[in-house]
């Protein structure tokens, strides 16, 4: 019988409990690398797939991601959700053998009903890479299976963050294109991307992301049908159909009950109560670069593809209206003082006086402007600045109706009434004039005191400013859209007065078609969410 020293002892006491340790550690590692072995090679039944690891695997998968591919439009996000999850080809092992990713390219495949291209979602790639998935023996060597797996991964994950983003937040990002745009617009954030990769139905899932407001379904069907504008081309209607869908998927709609909400290219104000208008009333907007209409969506210049707005172009905004202020005085702003007021003086020396304009220099009113040699003031060297007086000749009217915002624009009365007869509106400096300032604000405040002494005030000779406060704050936007079905399903086409279809569909088509130009992707950088 053999003796064991105490250390022989010790050293297989050790090796008794260490050895069952370590060959369950083998055994686990070997499950874990044969269950994606497994999936794929019972699926596919090409022997390749039985040597597949998730090391092997996630070799490959990192070089791909770090390759700095320009098709994925998020690739910050998805390689960091890649990181997180030990580089696994989710969306091959759960969507490729239940004919989750054909669906999805079904769905792409009519990407053209919403406007878009299935160019954009990498369709063929992955049609390509199922038929090289589901037809024995075309993969033919471990490498081949490692990179074909990497790419379809990619292609699957970018694809369905796109699709789904394009068709919930836009394909495009207004503010990225729009200069004068203020308008609260949710954008794709990274807990809405990480819905792609827990998917378990793909048809319920892509159906549930489909835009399915009444005025988008209606320009969807006009699209399909091919409808035809007054006055303009099939081609011209199709890409103010397409640029007005890519608009309504944006996220800046009304939420509230009431609000009041200005059409520029319509040259109409609506107050909407319970989805429904309750007063209407036309406006004047700000003059724009392409009244005109010189330029079309069919015809249109270089210089029109960027969004370079014309000075006096009222922005697109949202905010509150907080109070109106009756007889207002009017701080005139220096761009027209430069242009208007001091060429005006000049010509005439008592313009100003004619015009209850005031002048001030250092904040000390000017006693006798009329003095001043105006043909020697220039907007180099202008010391003064004007306010105009309440009166019947104060360019803002009898009542502006004041919101916060970037720009300094208000709603507001006008003495020049004649404007509203007019089919092109759009005449302002920037501001909205309204047609019936006075209906405005019996519908905001309501019969009662305040409203009383509105119209009292309104009314008086010797006018004084007089500010009051709404008892209740009501939500202002100020939109550009240029085709919308109304209240009977006919659809209403507005002309582009900004040009801003123009600028909305020259970068849809670089989205759209790549080849033309660089590529203009869904969101621009970070996938935090964002509002602002």
Same mark, same amino acid.
């Given at each position: ?5 105490? +250390?022989?002892? $010790? ?13 369950? $550690? ?78 999805? $390219? ?42 074909? %797996? ?27 294109? #729009?200069?004068?745009?203020? %308008?609260? $617009? ?10 792609? #990769?827990?998917? /378990? ?16 379904? !209606? &320009?969807?069907? !006009?699209?399909?049908?091919?409808? +035809? ?47 429904? /208008?309750?007063?209407? %009333? ?11 209409? !010189? ?21 697109? &905004? ?45 904040? +000390? ?20 600045? #004007? ?51 006075? !209906? ?70 670089? &989205? ?21």
């Amino acid at each position: 019988m053999i003796q064991l020293t105490p +250390v022989k002892k $010790t050293t297989v006491i050790l090796l008794f409990f260490i050895l069952p340790t370590l060959a369950l $550690t083998f055994q686990s590692c070997k499950k874990k690398r044969s269950e994606m072995a497994n999936v794929l090679y019972k699926q596919t039944h090409n022997k390749i797939f039985k040597d597949v690891t998730p090391e092997g695997f996630s070799e490959v998968f990192k070089k791909a991601l770090a390759a700095g591919n320009p098709k994925l439009a998020h690739a910050a996000f998805i390689a960091d959700h890649y990181e997180k999850n030990d580089y696994t080809p989710e969306l091959v092992l759960t969507q490729l053998f239940n004919n989750g990713l054909e669906t999805a $390219t079904e769905y792409y495949s009519h990407a053209d009903d919403h406007g878009l291209d299935a160019e954009m979602f990498q369709t063929e790639q992955i049609k390509a890479l199922i038929v090289k998935f589901k037809t024995k023996g075309q993969i033919k060597t471990l490498n081949e299976a490692y990179q074909d %797996m990497a790419d379809l991964e990619l292609a699957a994950a970018n694809s369905l963050i796109n699709y789904s983003n394009a068709l919930q937040y836009g394909a495009i990002n207004p503010k990225s294109i #729009f200069q004068r745009y203020f %308008m609260n $617009t949710r954008r794709p954030d990274s807990l809405s991307m990480l819905r792609v #990769f827990h998917i /378990s139905n793909m048809g319920l899932y892509l159906d549930s992301i489909q835009p399915k407001d009444t005025e988008y379904l !209606a &320009l969807q069907k !006009a699209l399909k049908s091919g409808v +035809v504008a007054k006055g303009a081309s099939k081609e011209e209607t199709r890409r103010i159909l397409i640029v007005n869908l890519e608009r309504l998927r944006w996220k800046n709609k009304p939420g509230e009950h009431k609000y009041v909400i200005v059409n520029i290219p319509d040259f109409f104000l609506n107050v909407i109560d319970s989805g429904r /208008s309750v007063l209407g %009333m036309k406006v004047c907007v700000g003059q724009g670069r392409n009244m005109d209409n !010189a330029n079309t969506l069919v015809a249109y210049n270089d210089t029109c593809k960027e969004d370079k707005p014309y000075e006096h172009e009222t922005p697109l &905004l949202n905010s509150q209206i907080h109070s109106v202020e009756v007889n207002p005085i009017w701080n005139i702003p220096r761009s027209i003082a430069n242009k208007e007021i001091i060429v005006e003086a000049a010509k005439d020396r008592f313009y100003l006086a004619n015009k209850s304009i005031d002048v001030y220099k250092d904040d +000390v009113k000017v006693p006798n402007p009329e003095d001043i040699d105006w043909s020697k003031i220039t907007k180099e060297n202008l010391p003064y600045e #004007f306010k105009q007086e309440p009166g019947e000749d104060n360019s803002l009217g009898k009542i502006k109706f004041l919101f916060n915002n970037k720009s300094s624009v208000y709603l507001h009365d006008t003495p020049a009434k004649s404007a509203f007869f007019w089919k092109m509106r759009a005449v302002s400096h920037g501001c909205v004039r309204l047609g019936d300032p006075q !209906a405005l604000a019996l519908n905001l405040f309501g019969a009662g005191d305040d409203y009383d002494t509105i119209v009292d005030d309104m009314g008086a000779d010797n006018p004084d400013p007089t500010t009051i406060g709404l008892p209740k704050k009501v939500p202002v936007y100020i939109t550009y859209v240029t085709c919308w079905p109304d209240e009977k399903g006919v659809l209403q086409f507005r002309k582009d007065v900004y040009g801003l279809d123009i600028v909305l569909y020259d970068h849809l088509l670089k &989205l759209l078609h790549p080849k033309i130009g660089k590529s203009y992707l869904a969101d621009t950088g970070s996938v935090a969410a964002s509002t602002n």
